[in-house]
């Protein structure tokens, strides 16, 4: 049986790093191997770039996880996306999504979370994407 995709938006990327909430858990499931996330060049860029921020303030070097989570994805070139989010940031997620065939994108964003399920691509949060994927399918 095929493994589910899905792409993390940066907010559960860097809380993961940090902080030991649904988000770490998230990253612990990838881990498991119980789902696989797909990336772009700029969302990996985006990530390090955050969680450098995070990790001055916070004394923490998070690098080395996210050198491991760059080798886990599946990186792709994004479908262009022009106008779907309020934030037009957010459409490189759904772009991402659509590349790489992703089944859902993981996210606390409300401006992505309000579009619900673009192209078939279900947004949902961290918690219950975790349900999503330890309930039998």
Not at 65 to 74: G, I, R, T, Y
């Amino acid at each position: 049986m095929p493994k589910i995709k899905a792409v993390l938006d940066t907010n559960v990327v860097v809380s993961g790093l940090f902080w030991r909430g649904d988000s770490y858990k998230c990253l612990i499931a990838l881990a498991q191997r119980k789902f696989f996330v797909a990336v772009t060049p700029d969302l990996l860029a985006e990530y390090r770039r955050i969680a450098a921020e995070v990790g001055i303030k916070t004394g923490t070097e998070p690098m080395e996880v996210l050198d491991w989570l760059e080798n886990k994805a599946e990186n792709v070139e994004p479908v262009p996306i022009r106008k779907l989010s309020r934030d037009a940031d957010d459409n490189i997620f759904v772009g991402c999504a659509l590349a790489s065939g992703a089944k859902f994108i993981v996210t606390r964003d409300k401006d992505l979370l309000e579009l619900e399920k673009p192209f078939g691509i279900e947004v949902v949060q961290p918690r219950e994407f975790l349900r999503k994927i330890s309930s039998p399918q």
